[in-house]
């Protein structure tokens, strides 16, 4: 007589359906969400996500408020299902890639002013010539706008710089740029042979708004330090904040990425490397989605530009 088969789950003749609800209530935190992102019933997806926690034996996702959010065992699971479920989802585009190569498409990247001014342009001259017919689209974003529109998919990657890296993003340090201080060219700083944090006190400060990162860095180093400062100006754009502090309207902490040859002749700079921390400027994505040929190549040019810079320093 044959031997009994196992009880199995009806289910698992089709692993790729239940998984890809689950991560689509991960990711949206409601399942009439994921249903409507599927377009399913909200009946049809709890039904998949039921006996996937049955089949596990645990428990994967938990209410929290109005919004559904992961077990220790569903986070677990979602890290080793979302690539698998985005890397077949994404098979077909990705199959065309490989196949036509980089002759047709379009590129999404998110980056803040800064970057979009001082970083890319060499970096978008090299993407344009070796990939004419990419359609590139340079979404000019900061903070947690940038990174929501590459969690949303309207991103496919994003450059620029980060203090702090959330759980589902990937973050790709390329160059690191010294802070410096900036004060035009007849200004008392500008002629002292060494500088201590203190000596900044008296000097009111012009810093970018206190929702970015310099800002933040500028507050932390000075409140660790236990030295008072004074901000006598917030205003955006570093070209602004130059612009200013030439002007006599106060002294400024910069990126080095920010300064060129054309700004020698009316302003005074030099390294706070001994106080305040390098910026990093890098390559953002998203774990475990898989990009594209054309997302690749620019993270590829973005790495080019970094070595360069490296062994030219």
């Not at 810093?207 to 100006?233: E, G, K, S």
Request: net charge positive; aromatic share 6%.
């Amino acid at each position: 007589m044959a031997k009994p088969t196992p009880a199995r789950f009806a289910y698992k003749a089709d692993r790729l359906k239940p998984l890809r609800a689950f991560c689509q209530t991960a990711r949206l935190g409601s399942v009439s969400r994921a249903a409507e992102a599927m377009f399913l019933s909200q009946p049809a997806v709890t039904l998949q996500l039921q006996a996937l926690e049955r089949d596990l034996g645990v428990a994967l996702l938990e209410r929290n408020g109005r919004r559904l959010t992961l077990t220790r065992e569903g986070e677990a699971l979602y890290d080793l299902a979302r690539p698998l479920v985005e890397g077949l989802d994404n098979l077909d585009a990705m199959f065309r890639d490989r196949i036509r190569g980089l002759d047709a498409g379009e590129l999404h990247v998110a980056a803040g002013s800064s970057t979009i001014v001082y970083l890319l342009p060499r970096i978008v001259e090299a993407f344009r010539a070796q990939y004419p017919d990419i359609r590139l689209i340079l979404h000019n974003v900061t903070g947690p706008r940038g990174l929501n529109l590459l969690r949303d998919d309207g991103a496919d990657l994003a450059v620029g710089s980060m203090l702090d890296v959330p759980g589902d993003l990937a973050w790709q340090p390329v160059v690191a740029y010294d802070p410096m201080l900036i004060t035009p060219r007849d200004h008392p700083l500008a002629a002292k042979p060494e500088i201590a944090l203190a000596d900044l006190s008296p000097y009111g400060l012009i810093l970018p708004p206190q929702r970015q990162t310099t800002y933040r860095m500028v507050d932390m180093v000075f409140q660790r330090a236990h030295v008072p400062y004074t901000v006598a100006l917030e205003v955006g754009g570093w070209e602004v904040i130059k612009q200013y502090v030439a002007m006599g309207l106060g002294i400024s902490i910069v990126t080095a990425i920010c300064l060129t040859e054309a700004d020698n002749a009316r302003l005074a700079s030099r390294s706070l490397s001994a106080f305040f921390p390098s910026r990093s400027y890098g390559v953002v994505t998203r774990r475990g989605r898989a990009l594209s040929a054309q997302a690749r190549a620019f993270i590829d040019l973005v790495h080019a530009q970094g070595n360069a810079r490296a062994n030219a320093g």
